[in-house]
């Protein structure tokens, strides 16, 4: 009788024992995933880090833009320089970029901001079509056969100084960048974590712009 | 004891499912969404410099007879036009690893001409032209904005560009969602102008 219940309560505690064996296992086991899930959750900063995101904005082709500029040269007589012999019109494309490589990024994962620093805008390209060349003369001994290849010259001269000088490129071009690194990041964060605000300015110009 | 056992077993399967289940939703959370897609589209507008010259060429516009003149000028102006795809018709199907994605084509969204860009020197007359006078001028003036919006519309190069700009932000966007939870997913293309389907699993086509 004694020995019956000597193997059942030897029983009980072996049963007991690998209950609670069991129940340290899965607390143990649920501890280590609130843990580690904790650590992840807290470490979606860990994918917004400096290294993904300059992976996210290389993108050599996206940081060129295009103008239009289709313009008219004036061409002086070369003896009397006060003297206009014709007008030329052409029509060209302005390419206006920035260098990807030189792109700066910060991430402050304590205050959740990103910073870009796009650098400055420039002139990366121009090209005349010489096929579009259209003449006004004012002086008709200046139409002959060289007038084209003279013609051609000015053109190009024409659209470096003037698109040079012309504002509206660059400030378009910044702003098109802008918005390519924004559409870039900000689709990318606002999913992993909303809380973060990203910043992206133009090297040289005074106006950012927060865009989160 | 038994009950207790019984109770500590019954503890442990819920603590299990608990931890299963919790799992399941956070990897739901993150795939390609529709509003970033539109987010995008909105952000691949481009605002195009647009320096352009109008061409004034009217026959016989005075005189008589022998006395006939042309009344020819031309205009140099600048404006901004601005191209891109209309967001609220892109649409996205994410199906387990192929995100198929239905794209409008780019098209002018706006056109403005800069009207200090039109001065005294915008305007170059011919020399044997008729009189060239202020209501010419304004005829001038009102065709340019009209003229500037039919070049950019036909400038083909100008279009894809920004088309091209569209679907390499929109598929980077996809990839980078993939990479951040470790899926390669294959976008497809559905064109909404003709309606053509294509796959692309190299990039743009």
């Known amino acids: 009788m004694n020995d019956k219940k000597g193997i059942k309560g030897f029983r009980t505690k072996y049963l007991m024992m690998i209950a609670i064996a069991v129940v340290i296992l899965f607390v143990v086991a649920l501890s280590v995933k609130v843990v580690f899930s904790g650590i992840s959750k807290k470490d979606s900063p860990e994918i917004i880090t400096k290294s993904t995101l300059e992976k996210i904005i290389n993108i050599s082709d996206l940081s060129t833009f295009e103008a239009v500029y289709n313009g008219i040269a004036k061409v002086m007589n070369e003896k009397k320089p006060d003297k206009v012999d014709y007008y030329v019109s052409y029509e060209a494309k302005v390419r206006a970029g920035f260098d990807v490589e030189r792109v700066e990024l910060d991430v402050d994962n304590d205050k959740k901001v990103i910073s870009v620093t796009i650098p400055e805008i420039k002139i990366t ?11 006004i003369f004012m002086n008709d001994k200046a139409n002959e056969s060289t007038v084209s290849e003279q013609a051609y010259k000015k053109c190009i001269e024409d659209v470096e100084n003037e698109s040079s000088s012309e504002n509206a490129i660059y400030t378009l071009a910044g702003q098109n960048a802008k918005d390519v690194i924004t559409a870039l ?4 964060i606002e999913q992993l974590d909303d809380d973060y605000e990203l910043t992206v300015k133009i090297e040289g110009a005074d106006n950012n712009e927060k865009n989160n | 004891m038994k009950k207790i056992i019984n109770v500590l077993l019954i503890m442990a399967v819920c603590t299990m499912c608990v931890a299963c289940g919790k799992d399941e939703m956070q990897q739901k959370e993150i795939e390609p969404g529709a509003s970033q897609m539109k987010t995008i589209c909105e952000l691949a507008t481009m605002d195009c410099y647009y320096h352009n010259v109008a061409k004034y060429n009217k026959e016989d516009a005075s ?10 000028f031309w205009i140099e102006y600048a404006g901004v036009v601005t191209i891109g795809i209309d967001a609220t018709q892109v649409n996205i199907n994410v199906e387990e690893n ?3 994605i239905t794209i409008p084509a780019a098209e002018i969204l706006g056109c403005k001409v800069d009207a200090s860009t039109l001065t005294k ?17 304004t005829e001038a003036f009102q065709e340019a904005q009209a003229k500037m919006i039919q070049a950019a519309s036909e400038d083909t190069a100008l279009l894809a560009n920004a088309q091209q700009r569209a679907q390499e932000l929109l598929e980077k966007y996809v990839k980078n969602v993939g990479e951040c939870v470790g899926k390669e997913y ?17 990039g743009i086509e």
């Open chain 2, 186 to 202: 294959q976008v497809k293309w559905i064109y909404l102008e003709d309606n053509s389907e294509m796959n692309d699993e190299n």
């Open chain 2, 63 to 72: 005189g008589a007879l022998w006395w006939k003149k042309d009344r020819e």
């Open chain 1, 185 to 188: 990041i900000n689709p990318f």
């Open chain 2, 98 to 100: 192929i995100v198929t």
């Open chain 2, 121 to 137: 020197d915008s305007f170059i007359v011919a020399k044997d032209s008729a009189d060239v006078e202020a209501e010419h001028e």
């Open chain 1, 125 to 135: 390209g121009i090209d005349v079509d010489i096929a579009s060349l259209d003449y």
